[in-house]
């Protein structure tokens, strides 16, 4: 089967930096999503990593570890708006589905205090 | 703005009950996926539909089933409603550029249907 794992809670003051991990045990891998889903709200997409190293987008980066089946979303320059739970999703090609589907992890809640 | 529209946004059945949730893409998104996100959970693929056809199902019983339309509509249907079905319903769709190419990275989600059951 598919594993994903993430924290389920995380909490930063207003300008730090926070790094949220993601592990996941999946056959079929091809490429590793991020998502930021405020409460109530459709998960909306915040990067995208297929292969190994750093992808930087704003306040934002994800790295990814295919041999160690690790990623992490780097939140810089917190903001209160922040607050809301970030989705670890990977993609996998398996038997069934020749487009790929996406495996989620539970989310990660991320509160932002000022 | 994801240009896709979920609809109902909110809605109460009871057990035993029938359910149709429908959602509207992007023109030209040929592929659309729906999930279901029980509270504190991430959400769980049920299927996909590409040109139509399924692409790919996942762990959910045959009482839920799904249709896709050419004007890139889709629909989801769950039969003989449970307590446990209650959740929020995401559609997701993109654009693919052939059966088998594995491109389409940015996948829109819509802002999802809520459903209780009682």
């Known amino acids: 089967g598919q594993n994903i794992d993430q924290p389920t809670e995380m909490t930063a003051t207003e300008g730090a930096i926070v790094q949220i991990n993601c592990t996941y045990q999946?056959?079929?891998?091809?490429?590793l999503f991020w998502y930021q889903q405020h409460a109530g709200e459709a998960p909306t997409f915040l990067s995208y990593?297929?292969?190994?190293g750093l992808e930087e987008k704003g306040r934002f980066s994800s790295f990814l570890s295919r041999s160690k089946g690790y990623s992490y979303l780097l939140l810089k320059e917190l903001q209160m708006k922040d607050s809301a739970s970030y989705l670890c999703?990977?993609?996998?090609?398996?038997?069934?589905?020749?487009?790929?589907?996406?495996?989620f992890g539970r989310g990660t809640q991320l509160t932002v205090w000022p | 703005e994801t240009g896709v529209t979920q609809s109902p946004t909110h809605l109460i059945k009871t057990r035993g009950q029938q359910v149709t949730l429908r959602c509207s893409s992007q023109?030209?998104?040929?592929?659309v996926s729906w999930y279901q996100q029980a509270l504190g959970q991430g959400p769980q693929f049920i299927f996909q539909?590409?040109?139509?056809?399924?692409?790919g199902r996942g762990n959910f019983p045959p009482r839920f089933s799904g249709l896709q339309f050419p004007n890139y509509s889709s629909e989801l249907n769950v039969n003989a409603l449970e307590l446990d079905d209650s959740a929020l319903y995401l559609c997701?769709?993109?654009?693919?550029?052939?059966?088998?190419?594995?491109?389409?990275?940015?996948?829109?989600f819509g802002e999802g249907s809520w459903l209780t059951v009682v």
């Open positions: 990593n297929v292969l190994d």
């Open positions: 539909y590409y040109r139509e056809e399924e692409n």
């Open positions: 997701a769709s993109r654009r693919t550029p052939g059966q088998g190419a594995r491109g389409g990275n940015t996948i829109y």
């Open positions: 999703a990977v993609r996998v090609f398996d038997r069934g589905s020749t487009l790929g589907r996406l495996y």
């Open positions: 999946t056959s079929g891998f091809n490429g």
């Open positions: 023109s030209g998104h040929n592929t």
